[in-house]
């Protein structure tokens, strides 16, 4: 399996434009997540799916932060506009409830700089 | 809510010594599941090892091993026989064994530096 994928891997934008983060989760994996990293807060989960259904977005900062996930292999979050105070690494993680101590499998991250 | 607390920020070791990350937790819940995550520079979190509430005994994965202690709330790391490739952030995490709470807190890390 080739884990889970997102998309790009760095993203330099200025402020106020839109960025869309791409995540394929890993095949089979019913539950979908979106973490946000940042030297000052740590891991924060923004929002997570069970079956492309948003279970619990209460992490997602403000309005200006929007996830969908319209299909079970494929994800996107999406900021508009960004902000300088966005700049993070941006995580999408998959797991499988099916297992019943199954670890998150974690992409590589996409780094968000906003100028 | 639960909360996940690493009161150490930074640990260093020697190679082939050994050294152990602590982590310790607040949940009222009496199930659930303990992990240890690294991240090296490359960024990429990668599980260690995991742990279920309910097994009394102490997971280990090779030179990785945890020290459970439930009712302390405590869950840390020993990394035996260190090498340099150890060097990275370590993620202490906690999930939920309740259906429909599948979400990871982390706690806020810390960096290991293995010295050759």
């Known amino acids: 399996d080739a884990g889970v994928i997102q998309s790009p891997r760095h993203e330099v934008t200025e402020m106020g434009q839109e960025v869309t983060l791409r995540c394929k989760p890993i095949?089979?994996?019913?539950?979908l997540f979106w973490y946000r990293q940042t030297m000052m807060r740590g891991l924060e989960l923004l929002i997570y799916?069970?079956?492309?259904?948003?279970?619990?977005d209460s992490g997602m900062p403000e309005d200006r932060f929007s996830a969908k996930m319209p299909n079970a292999s494929f994800s996107t979050l999406k900021i508009q506009p960004s902000e300088p105070r966005d700049s993070a690494v941006y995580f999408c993680?998959?797991?499988?409830?099916?297992?019943?101590?199954?670890?998150?499998?974690f992409g590589n991250g996409t780094r968000l700089t906003v100028t | 809510a639960q909360t996940v607390t690493q009161s150490q920020p930074e640990m260093s070791v020697q190679e082939a010594e050994t050294v152990t990350l602590s982590c310790t937790y607040d949940t009222s819940e009496s199930d659930y599941y303990l992990f240890w995550y690294k991240q090296p520079p490359s960024r990429q979190m990668i599980l260690v090892i995991r742990?279920?509430?309910?097994?009394?005994q102490n997971a280990t994965e090779n030179r990785f091993s945890v020290n459970f202690q439930k009712a302390a709330k405590s869950f840390s790391l020993k990394i035996s026989d260190s090498q340099l490739g150890d060097a990275a952030m370590y993620f202490c995490a906690y999930r939920s064994a309740w259906g429909g709470s599948e979400k990871l807190v982390f706690g806020k890390g810390t960096k290991l530096t293995v010295n050759p």
């Open positions: 993680a998959s797991s499988f409830e099916g297992i019943r101590d199954s670890p998150l499998h």
């Open positions: 742990q279920e509430a309910y097994k009394q």
């Open positions: 799916f069970n079956n492309n259904v948003p279970i619990d």
């Open positions: 095949s089979g994996h019913d539950y």
